[in-house]
């Protein structure tokens, strides 16, 4: 017979404890891995809706710039 049955308990529930504590921080680690990538995604497409905007304000006022040399001026 076992003389010390609380202390082999403990030490089952220890480690069961233990254990399941090192697979939720290993999930805890793979959602905020997850989330990095998710908030890279982000800024990646908020960058090319910016640099799309930017093209489409240069694009303009070059066309701006021709339509105003291409129009004459009526002075007073």
Known sequence: M????????FFLISFILFDSESIWSQE???DFNNNIGKMYVVVGVIVLIFLGLVYFL???????KKLEKDIPIIKQ
């Open 2 to 9: 076992n003389k010390r049955p609380f202390l082999n308990s």
């Open 58 to 64: 240069v694009r303009m006022d070059r066309r701006l």
């Open 28 to 30: 805890i680690a793979n």
